[in-house]
């Protein structure tokens, strides 16, 4: 539910100088947050009048207009449209006879915004690409809890693994290798505004609250964000301090899970100038306690899997003058799971059997500095960012038979014990680019980017675990586990240090990319990415003479230089379609990982593919078309070893087949109606020779882990005003998730999916406070969205992870 202070169209500080008309359309979009387009290209060379105070856009728009012949109207929320002033009517000196009534007019064409979804501001209309713009205004409360969760419930081809909030994979457009965290870096880049904020990292989950927009570039995007974009980009824009306003805001709701226990959430934002329009300073704070509702037979408890996240943003803007802008921002955010949320198929719905808890915990912190430069049409932009995540899980399984003879499996009557894992990463990144955007898409763009990752995993087995009382003990401390939601530690006799790693990756890079008009309404974008990675690594809590016995030239550093070209070509028959093609490549730098006991390299994977697509944009309804063919050479996926702990391996080559449909239809004024489909066909079509067996002699050729085959959503949005001068606001939608499988091998090959998931939402309320009414899961079905919860008990169990049951939230928001 958008909170008002949210969602309402604000003053701004707006600094225009007298410019064309095209760049004053970039700058007044970016200053206001508002989106902006005109039709007629005529229209860009006109010269506004310079605009200077704290503004709404459509007071700016009038002043900047003023003199120049065009107005803007306003056709949707912080949506204008920039067109010739009609002619004023002058009374005439005499009656005039009769005239034949006038034809029809034309139906009134497409506006066409200005977006930020690319680093140099092409018009939707123009980027040559699949891409969805979620606004911030449309994300209420309950929304932000969710973090990633509400960007996948909104996006057909966004999917999610489901382990839990802090250790999940996100993938985009069917590109997935694994359905586990390993050393592997991601597929899809995250950021967070301009730095990036995971490599070999899950997705750490961050609240989506105060957010200007979150944007989903569908990849490969191998020339723009480099690495680890085989899939796409996930970026998350916050909302930037504001210069002269004090304003804030603050929300809260309780939830009622059915089989389960309740939740709460609370947070609050307050912005404040602290230098009259020069610095300010944004300040954002939630918590929230999230009810188990997953029951352990084999313990005798209840609704286990409590869930406690607290955290923070902090935010300085400082407008230095003549068009300099320096921006510093702080985010951080602490997950703390006190067992895992997955089920067993015969134990119940909602319930298993375990003899111990499996808590998990993750810390993300992130600092950000950003320098911006404007020179009219020109930008530079420079970014240094600093990311560090901890990731703690404690797995249930059954000990070894002989800690000193890890190859060889336990009995089947071998007591259960506990495996835990922790990632500690640290990523420096630095990035300086020119850009310059001209009109219809064109412009130019150059940029430099250095980066460091640092990723060391520890493992280890716990022997002859008892409980005992907890007496302050850390979570993850080498001889002791808490247990937070029960006040148990584990106490360990032994504990047998199993065979960790570390790796290191060194980038720097050189990209550019340009968009040319080669004959008018058809675009031609060429683009290229240089890469030089330098990868080294070691092994953890072992002897390096047993780590490398098996593989010894992974002990050594090595570099790997990669070029990426990418081209595009965009036709736009008139204003309300697109019709585009695109060639794009990505990659991902090699490593080493753990197998067993074992360390081991492996090699870097490469994706090249083919898009074409379509779109439309309406009056009453827009629809998008794309289709994509993906050839991935020497995949790279996170398996499961012989103990039960991810591993990383090239498992061979493979290819994806894509098609997305999404349309919105708007009927009548208040009421949307939104629909989408993906659908994905996918395989292994060559096998690569794996040094180790991971569950058998060969992985058989089959389709690609966590791949829907399909996946789909209808949703509405109504707003209505009441009599009473509130405002009424209802939206809901039904997401269905297809079926896929876990992993690749007889193991592993276990289906999921095959769901349906529904939520329902009301608020009431003027633009002050309101209060909201939150539904999810209306039907309380139980569906699996993750065949998986304790890896090393995937042989022997069948484990399933639920959604989580129907539940009701109550909220409130009150704004200043």
């Given amino acids: 539910m958008a909170s008002p202070a949210i969602a309402q169209e604000r003053a701004a500080e707006i600094r225009l100088p007298e410019m064309r008309l095209d760049a004053a359309v970039r700058l007044l979009s970016q200053q206001s947050g508002a989106s902006i387009g005109f039709r007629d290209p005529a229209l860009a060379a006109v010269r506004v009048k310079p605009v200077r105070g704290r503004l709404s856009a459509g007071t700016a728009l009038e002043r900047a207009l003023r003199g120049t012949g065009a107005r803007a109207r306003q056709v949707a929320a912080a949506t204008y449209l920039i067109e010739r002033a009609p002619a004023v009517a002058r009374p005439a000196p005499r009656p005039a006879p009769p005239r034949p009534a006038p034809p029809p007019s034309e139906p009134e064409e497409p506006v066409e915004v200005v977006v930020t979804a690319t680093k140099r501001d092409i018009p939707l209309g123009a980027y040559p690409g699949g891409v969805q713009i979620i606004s911030g205004d449309s994300l209420s409360a309950a929304d932000g809890l969710q973090g990633t969760g509400a960007i996948e419930a909104r996006i057909a081809s966004v999917v999610s693994t489901h382990l839990g909030p802090g250790r999940n994979k996100l993938f985009v457009r069917g590109i997935a290798d694994s359905s586990f965290v390993g050393p592997t870096q991601a597929t899809v880049g995250q950021y967070w505004g301009n730095s990036r904020i995971t490599y070999s990292a899950p997705d750490p989950n961050l609240r989506l609250y105060d957010v200007q927009s979150i944007e989903v570039l569908e990849g490969p995007q191998g020339t723009l964000y480099g690495a680890g974009s085989l899939g796409g980009v996930v970026r998350v824009v916050p909302r930037a301090p504001d210069l002269r306003s004090v304003e804030g805001s603050a ?18 934002i307050v912005n404040v100038p602290l230098i009259g329009d020069k610095l300010a300073f944004r300040g954002l704070a939630f918590g929230s306690v999230e009810g188990g509702y997953i029951n352990d037979l084999g313990r005798g408890l209840r609704d286990v899997n409590r869930v406690r996240t607290i955290g923070g943003r902090g935010a300085l803007r400082f407008d230095a003058g ?3 802008l320096l921006d510093l921002t702080g985010v951080g955010q602490k997950i703390r799971g006190d067992d895992s949320q997955y089920a067993e198929r015969g134990a119940g719905d909602l319930a298993r059997v375990s003899s111990i808890a499996q808590p998990f915990r993750s810390d993300y912190w992130l600092a950000d500095f950003v320098v911006r430069k404007r020179w009219d049409d020109l930008e530079l932009t420079s970014s240094l960012g600093y990311a560090r995540q901890y990731v703690f899980e404690m797995f249930e399984g059954q000990a070894l038979t002989d800690p000193g003879a890890p190859d060889v499996r336990p009995a089947l009557d071998s007591p259960g014990t506990g495996y835990s894992q922790a990632n500690r990463i640290s990523m420096l990144t630095f990035e300086t680019r020119l850009a310059r955007r001209g009109p219809d898409g064109t412009g130019w763009l150059v940029a430099a980017s250095l980066l460091r990752n640092d990723a060391r995993v520890e493992r280890r087995m716990d022997i002859a675990p008892t409980l ?21 530690v584990w106490s360990t006799a032994i504990f047998q240090p199993m065979t960790g790693v570390t790796n290191k990756v060194d980038e720097a890079t050189l990209y550019g990319e340009a968009t040319i008009q080669p004959m008018p309404r058809v675009t031609l974008t060429l683009g290229s990415r240089l890469t030089h990675a330098s990868l080294s690594g ?17 002990r050594g550093s090595r570099s790997e230089t990669r070029l990426l070209p990418s081209a595009a070509l965009a036709w736009r028959p008139n204003d309300r379609l697109t019709l585009f093609a695109r060639f794009q490549q990505g990659f991902r730098p090699g490593g080493i990982a753990v197998r067993q006991d074992y360390v081991q390299r492996f090699e870097g994977d490469r994706v090249t593919t083919l898009e074409a697509g379509s779109r439309y944009a309406g009056d009453q309804f827009d629809l998008s078309i794309s289709g994509s063919w993906t050839n991935w050479k020497h ?52 096998r690569d020779v794996i040094l180790l067996p991971i569950d058998a002699p060969s992985i058989p050729a089959d389709r690609l882990p966590n791949v829907a085959d399909a996946t789909g959503r209808l949703g509405f949005a109504y707003t209505a005003e009441l009599r009473s001068g509130a405002t009424l606001t209802i939206d809901g939608h039904a997401r269905y998730v297809g079926q896929s499988t876990l992993g690749i091998g007889p193991i592993l090959e276990r289906l999921q999916g095959d ?7 009301a608020r009431i309320g003027d633009r002050r406070r309101g209060i909201s009414l939150s539904l999810t899961n209306l039907l309380d ?22 959604l989580r049951p129907r539940s009701i939230r109550i909220g409130f928001d009150w704004n200043f």
Avoid: C, K, M
Avoid at 468 to 488: E, I, K, L, M
Avoid at 648 to 675: K, M, Y
Avoid at 755 to 760: E, F, G, R, S, V
Avoid at 781 to 802: E, H, K, V, Y
């Fill in 468 to 488: 005992a009382a907890a007496s302050g003990a850390q979570v993850g401390n080498p001889g002791n586990v808490v247990t937070p939601s029960r006040g148990y």
């Fill in 635 to 686: 995949i790279q996926a996170d398996l499961i070893d012989g103990f039960g702990f991810p591993t990383t391996a090239n498992i061979g080559d493979g290819e994806v087949f894509s098609l997305g449909v999404a349309g919105r239809w708007r009927p009548v004024d208040g009421l949307e109606i939104d629909a989408s489909i993906y659908l994905n066909d996918s395989s292994v079509t060559r």
């Fill in 781 to 802: 079905s139980r569906g699996n969205r993750f065949a998986l919860g304790s890896p090393f008990l995937i042989r022997d169990r069948d484990q399933i992870t639920p």
């Fill in 755 to 761: 769901y349906l998931d529904t939520a329902l939402e």
């Fill in 322 to 324: 003549d068009g300099w």
């Fill in 538 to 554: 070691r092994s953890e809590d072992v002897l390096e003479t047993l780590a490398y016995r098996n593989d010894p030239g992974a």
């Fill in 251 to 268: 929300w809260g709701g309780v939830t009622g899970v059915q089989h389960g226990q309740p939740s709460v959430d609370g947070g609050a």
